[in-house]
């Protein structure tokens, strides 16, 4: 069976968040299936994305046999609403173009 797991967090950031996923990820191919993951450049807890990923615009990966793809993501720390509604529709504006991926 494929699966495909939407989540705007997943390792290399660090938080309980990200490691459930992956560990979520990690059994569900144990058990036979074809797992990806769809999220964005990691940048939590700083809200700056990591230096790593910077450069690609895209970045779609495997990480232990799990296929990863990252969007890019408008990140922001800031505590105020207007940064953090960007940060949420730029995760569903980039994301949104993954049902293209998954239909094949």
């Known amino acids: 069976m494929k699966i495909a797991?939407?989540?705007?967090?997943?390792?290399p950031e660090s938080?309980?968040?990200?490691?459930?996923i992956?560990?979520?990820a990690q059994a569900l191919q144990a058990a036979g299936h074809e797992i990806e993951i769809?999220?964005?450049l990691p940048n939590y807890?700083?809200?700056?994305?990591?230096?790593?990923?910077?450069?690609?615009?895209?970045?779609?990966?495997?990480?232990e046999g799990v296929s990863v793809r990252r969007y890019p993501v408008f990140a922001?720390?800031?505590p105020k609403w207007f940064f953090r509604i960007i940060n949420l529709l730029s995760i569903a504006f980039f994301t949104f173009f993954s049902l293209f991926?998954?239909?094949k």
Do not use: D
């Not at 797991?5 to 390792?11: A, D, R, V, Y």
């Not at 938080?15 to 459930?20: D, K």
């Open 22 to 24: 992956a560990y979520m």
């Open 38 to 40: 769809i999220t964005v």
């Open 76 to 78: 922001s720390h800031s």
């Open 45 to 63: 807890p700083k809200g700056k994305v990591f230096e790593a990923y910077r450069k690609p615009f895209f970045v779609h990966e495997t990480l």
């Open 101 to 103: 991926f998954l239909r």
């Open 5 to 11: 797991i939407l989540s705007p967090n997943f390792p």
């Open 15 to 20: 938080g309980a968040c990200s490691l459930r």
